[in-house]
């Protein structure tokens, strides 16, 4: 059973470019969670997503964040018009049911110039 | 709101030490607390849960912890060091069970000397 899938594993973009990130669940689970982490910080959470529902954007940035889950297809995190600031490493995890425990992909490491 | 706080951002230890990672908790529904380990360009593995069942719980890799309710503590421990252990260390809070969003703390980072 493959593990949550994340690509790509590193992204370059020069400021004011669009960011997109993709993620693929484990077989069989249908909640899916963003997670950024900053240079020298723990995870923040961004967004919670079951199959073609948020559920929970309360970590999401107001402005040029979103982020989907489609009936078929992975979820996407898209960043527009990004700057500096957004460089981080990008967490994807899913869990069965939101009873159980989530499961990390190895992240997107989005650098900006 | 849940919190978690991790004392002490960079650990060491020598091999075949005792490891002894401290994490605190703060929140106002009985909690369900995780240890993850994250190794350098990796995601985070699950180490351990404590989910209102036994407060000491074992986990993967020779890694306990105990939910001390009256200390709201939650630190992680390891009889002896390996120097595969050297990674860093999140402690996290969720409210449901791992199926809602988890507040992590900053993490530690275990350094493991011969």
């Known amino acids: 059973n493959a593990g949550v899938m994340q690509n790509p594993r590193h992204l370059v973009r020069r400021r004011g470019q669009e960011a997109r990130l993709r993620c693929s669940p484990m077989?069989?689970?249908?909640?899916v969670y963003w997670y950024r982490q900053l240079p020298e910080e723990g995870l923040k959470f961004m967004v919670y997503l079951q199959k073609e529902n948020i559920i929970d954007e309360s970590g999401m940035p107001k402005e040029r964040f979103s982020a989907e889950f489609p009936k078929e297809g992975p979820s996407i995190l898209r960043i527009q018009q990004v700057v500096r600031g957004d460089s981080a490493a990008y967490f994807c995890a899913s869990s069965q049911d939101r009873s159980y425990e989530q499961y990390f992909g190895p992240g997107t490491r989005l650098t900006v110039t | 709101a849940q919190s978690v706080t991790q004392l002490g951002s960079h650990v060491s230890v020598s091999e075949g030490a005792l490891v002894l990672l401290r994490c605190n908790y703060s929140?106002?529904?009985?909690?369900?607390l995780f240890w993850y380990v994250q190794y350098p360009n990796q995601g985070l593995q699950l180490l351990l849960k404590?989910?209102?069942?036994?407060?000491l719980v074992k986990g993967i890799n020779g890694f306990e912890a105990e939910f001390k309710k009256s200390e709201t503590s939650f630190h992680l421990t390891k009889p002896s060091a390996h120097m595969s252990d050297a990674a860093e260390y999140f402690c996290a809070v969720s409210d449901t069970g791992g199926g809602n969003k988890l507040t992590f703390g900053t993490g530690t980072q275990l350094k493991v000397e011969l």
């Open positions: 077989k069989g689970h249908s909640h």
């Open positions: 929140s106002s529904v009985p909690p369900y």
């Open positions: 404590y989910t209102s069942a036994a407060t």
